[in-house]
């Protein structure tokens, strides 16, 4: 099973979807092929919003925050973006910029970094914005801890201080340096 296969098949199983964005859905091989990943999606966006509905009811907040953080971080180390930056924040404000239209500003007198997502639709193909609980963003802060923490080599603290799914127009996350 190649990469490509590998991706496909774990996000059709709810897995990494956020791996899909930046990669890329593989190419129809036929054309009636071409419903199918439509269906599986729907299915996999609806199954991840009732699963973080069940985590939310079922479990301690710090507990489901934990473990959307770790999705979100293996999201990042799929996506290998921040490793070609390692050093270089500025490249990475750069990329993010032309990739996602993502802002960036850096207090670096502070240590602080501020992310700002462009309006408009969650990136993650995993989000259903009906249903998806902002619980869910959690998987965002992981990947931005993993991103900034590549980039500069130390531990960092991020928090989400905006959220598309908590009714914002946009997402706003602060990284804090160590």
Known sequence: ???????????????????????????????????????????????????????????????????????????AKVGQLQVRFKGDPEGYFAAIKKSWGTDSSWDKEKGIITVTVAEGECGCPLVDSQRTPALWCNCSVGYQKEAFETIFGRPVKASLKESKLSGSKRCVFEITLS
Do not use: W
Request: hydrophobic share 45%; glycine share 10%; with cysteine.
């Open 1 to 75: 099973m190649d990469r490509k296969e590998f991706l496909k098949s774990a996000c059709g199983l709810g897995v990494c979807g956020c791996a899909l964005s930046l990669l890329g859905a593989p190419e129809p091989l036929h054309a009636e092929d071409t419903a199918a990943p439509d269906r599986r999606l729907a299915f996999a966006r609806y199954q991840v919003a009732k699963m973080v509905g069940f985590m939310a009811t079922d479990m301690k907040p710090e507990a489901c925050a934990g473990i959307l953080e770790k999705a979100g971080r293996e999201c």
